[in-house]
């Protein structure tokens, strides 16, 4: 199994600013992704952060919005910028280390004013 | 890409009864399943998995059945108690392409245990 930490583990921000928040695993994992989870919703896959090259987005979401770095197999960032009160959820990374399982992170929850 | 029709909550329970959750999913190829928990305040954590056609997962009393001809992973639980109340995710993972290793999740069933 992985242990995967992220931080900040929450936030209050302002409108219009922007937060990134870190992911760290354990342990190499092949691959490596950010989840949302808006307030009594399910969980939306907003991209694959790929090590050494640009993320892949899922519909609906974009890389100005929320750009992903993942310079090595155990680290990765989501920032999620200019940020509005509808950006305000829980985000959530996971990896998957070549086990056909994905575990995650405590998540981080955000509140944005 | 995946889909999954979880059944809808909440569901409430008194401890000791027996429960099933459905889950109901389509996906192109044959994906592995899993039942993800998420407790008040916390994470997300694995229940349980099956990556195959007929296996069964288990975890904590929790079983879950890979039936591929319903497509379905149903989760159930002999006898519930008061520490299960919690949000329940089914989720297949994409197989190939694409969708390889990414998670569909339900919308999640509230689960309620009263003693």
């Known amino acids: 199994s992985a242990v995967i930490s992220q931080k900040p583990s929450r936030d209050i921000c302002q409108r219009g600013t922007s937060l990134t928040i870190q992911c760290q695993v354990d342990?190499?994992?092949?691959?490596m992704f950010w989840y949302r989870q808006q307030p009594g919703q399910s969980l939306t896959l907003i991209a694959t952060a790929n090590q050494g090259s640009e993320a892949t987005y899922e519909s609906g979401f974009v890389i100005d919005k929320f750009p992903i770095s993942r310079p090595n197999l155990t680290f990765s960032t989501l920032t999620v910028s200019n940020m509005s009160p509808e950006d305000s959820s829980i985000y959530l990374c996971?990896?998957?280390?070549?086990?056909?399982?994905?575990?995650f992170g405590p998540g981080t929850r955000l509140t944005v004013l | 890409g995946n889909s999954v029709t979880q059944m809808e909550g909440p569901v409430t329970l008194s401890e000791e009864a027996f429960l099933t959750i459905n889950c109901t999913y389509t996906?192109?190829?044959?994906?592995?399943l899993f039942w993800y928990v998420q407790y008040p305040g916390e994470g997300l954590q694995l229940l349980l998995k099956?990556?195959?056609?007929?296996d069964k997962g288990s975890n904590k009393g929790f079983e879950a059945t890979y039936r591929k001809e319903t497509t379905s992973f149903h989760l159930e639980k002999g006898s519930v108690q008061v520490s299960d109340s919690a949000v329940y995710f089914c989720?297949?993972?994409?197989?190939?392409?694409?969708?390889?290793?990414?998670?569909?999740f339900g919308q999640g069933t509230i689960l309620t245990v009263h003693p």
């Open positions: 996971s990896g998957e280390a070549g086990t056909d399982t994905q575990y």
């Open positions: 996906a192109t190829g044959y994906p592995s």
């Open positions: 342990s190499q994992v092949t691959m």
């Open positions: 099956a990556t195959k056609a007929d």
């Open positions: 989720a297949p993972m994409g197989a190939g392409g694409t969708s390889y290793g990414k998670l569909t």
